[in-house]
Nanobody, 120 residues
Framework: QLQLVESGGGLVQSGGSLRLSCAAS????????VAWFRQAPGKEREGVSC????????????NYADSVKGRFTISIDYAKNSMYLQMNSLRPGDTAVYYC?????????WGQGTQVTVSS
């Protein structure tokens, strides 16, 4: 079974940057499509960014929600079995709990979440 553990959240001022990490254990990420989601208070969980597995037909291509395009960058380091979300030019509207996710066929795993708070 795959386990995911996020880190890197915190409090940052508007315009600042944070880098979230998600370390996987129990199985290799090589075959998984991976993604970052976030959930703000009183709102539904939403997708932020995703990247397909290196073995898929789309070969590791990344996609972003319109709200974060040009500011956030998703990446994956297969050697470290970890994924990352570099967040720049942060805004108060980015405040949320951020979750990493890995999906492969019927298997779908979530991390425990890490809080990101952006002050104005």
């Amino acid at each position: 079974q795959l386990q995911l553990v996020e880190s890197g959240g915190g409090l940052v001022q508007s315009g600042g940057s944070l880098r979230l990490s998600c370390a996987a254990s129990g199985y290799t990420l090589d075959y998984y499509d991976v993604a970052w989601f976030r959930q703000a208070p009183g709102k539904e969980r939403e997708g932020v960014s995703c990247i397909s597995s290196s073995g898929s037909s789309s070969g590791g291509s990344a996609n972003y929600a319109d709200s974060v395009k040009g500011r956030f960058t998703i990446s994956i380091d297969y050697a470290k079995n970890s994924m990352y979300l570099q967040m720049n030019s942060l805004r108060p509207g980015d405040t949320a709990v951020y979750y990493c996710n890995a999906e492969w066929g019927a298997w779908n795993y979530w991390g425990q979440g890490t809080q990101v708070t952006v002050s104005s």
